[in-house]
């Protein structure tokens, strides 16, 4: 069993700027990948970033560029940082970890989520 603790969203303007973090517990193993979906209000969850325990990332072509993710493997959190935020970024984002390197597709583990608004 992962537990994952998410920091708080927070209420931003258009261009500004957001970090947030994630922390996992339990039983991890080595090799993961963790990252964010998100779930805006009427729409399906959709994976925003991800990274494995090697480095790799990935992200969704609606935020790359603004968006940069990385990690802290010795104390097992992963970090979002979001610049040039946009409405369209309104969402509540959930953490989560998959116990593999291949990705994020259908993670086992899940946060709480968080809200984060972007003001127009």
């Known amino acids: 069993q992962v537990h994952l603790e998410e920091s708080r969203g927070g209420l931003v303007q258009a261009g500004g700027s957001l970090r947030l973090s994630c922390a996992a517990s339990g039983r991890i193993v080595r090799i993961n990948t963790m990252g964010w979906y998100r779930q805006a209000p009427g729409k399906q969850r959709e994976l925003v970033a991800s990274?494995?325990?090697?480095?790799?990332?990935a992200y969704a072509d609606s935020v790359k560029g603004r968006f940069t993710i990385s990690r802290d493997n010795i104390k097992n959190t992963v970090y979002l940082q979001m610049d040039s935020l946009k409405p369209e970024d309104t969402a509540v984002y959930y953490c989560a970890f998959a116990p593999r390197a291949t990705g994020l597709v259908s993670p086992p583990y899940w946060g709480q989520g968080t809200q984060v608004t972007v003001s127009s």
């Open positions: 990274i494995t325990s090697g480095g790799t990332t």
